[in-house]
Structure formats: structure tokens, C-alpha cells
């Protein structure tokens, strides 16, 4: 069974440490409960704290237009370098796919990829499960106009699925479902993201 965390403090604090991973003390005592630290909600969104290597499938649906990206994330390689598209609809990706993947995945700063800045502008909200206390999901939804890649984007709503791994005492992304609205040509549109991340491993 699911409840909904309707205390500020878990909102702000999900939020706030996406960017800055800044904990106090009164966040920290709010969360024991449910043993969640900065560190273990960012370590994989951050590229530079990433530990595992990990498939992502990503599908977006515009009206009847469909179209599916897949790649692969590897924190061995070079902060900048550690994202790579693999294939756009089946087939080889163009250097014109290249070039907006990179722009919006990687980074050479030690910080949240461009794909995820949005969030800045986003209240959040963490849904844990009362029997395991284990987080589930967040959702984030925009307080204001966003843009995301290319898109101006009106009403957002996102919805992150954690998978809690036992052995290394941390949370690992399992999905993640973004429905927007976007204003084109003087009319909003409906846009669905699915990202899928699979095959996790770590590696030393």
C-alpha cells in the first residue's frame, strides 16, 4: 500500500538535492525513517557519481509519430563522453542525432545533465511503500514553463520508479514517465516520454 509524503520537507528536500545535494539537519531527521540520504536518490542522475554501467530505451510519442532512441551510459569513460546514442528507430543514429543527444545528455561538469534542468523548476513529491518503507516513485511537476530540449513546455508531469538494491545499499532509476504539454505554433500538444533504464552493472 502507497501514501502520499504531503510534508514539505520531503518535497524540498528531493528537489533541492538534485542540484546542490545540500542535506540539513532537520531534512536528514525527517528522513531515518526511511533511510534516504542525498547520495542515494542523485548518485545515479549525477554523471560524475554514476557507479554503474546501463542500457536506456527511450520512447516518445507526438500525436501517431512514435520514435525510439536507444543508448548506453558507461562510467568508466571521460565525464562528457560516458553517454552514447546507439540507435534511433532501429537504425544507426545521424551525426544530426549525435549532436542534440550529446547537447542534452552529456556534460563536462560535475553536475545533472542538461536533460534533467527542468527539475529546478518542479515541486516534488516521494511515495513510499508503509510495509517495506521503501521509496517508490517521485512525481515533479513544473510550477512554471519550462523548456525541455527544444520544447516549450506548459504543464509537466513526471514520475521517476526507484528500485531499491539490497546488496549495495542504494536506489537505482527503473523508469521514468513524462506527460507534457507543449506549446507549437499557438496550440498545445500532447507529448509522451517512456524511459526505460535496463541491464545495470557495476563496475570498480
Known sequence: MKFRMK?????????????????????????????????LLTRNLKDADAEHFFHLKSTLVNGEEVKILESTFDPTRDIGERWNLVSVDGAGPSAADHREFDRTHNTKRKSLPKKYSFLGDCQGLAYFNKQTERLEKAEFVNKKPVKIKFLNVSSLDMVVHFEFYEE????????????????????LLPIKENNEYINYRKVD
Open 168 to 187: 549495495e545499499g542504494h536506489y537505482l532509476i527503473k523508469s521514468e514517465e513524462l506527460d507534457m504539454e507543449v506549446k507549437l505554433l499557438g496550440q
Open 7 to 39: 510534508h514539505a520537507f520531503l518535497s524540498v528536500f528531493l528537489i533541492s538535492t538534485l542540484f546542490s545535494c545540500a542535506e540539513n539537519e532537520a531534512v536528514s531527521k525527517k528522513l531515518e525513517k526511511y533511510k534516504i540520504t542525498a547520495d
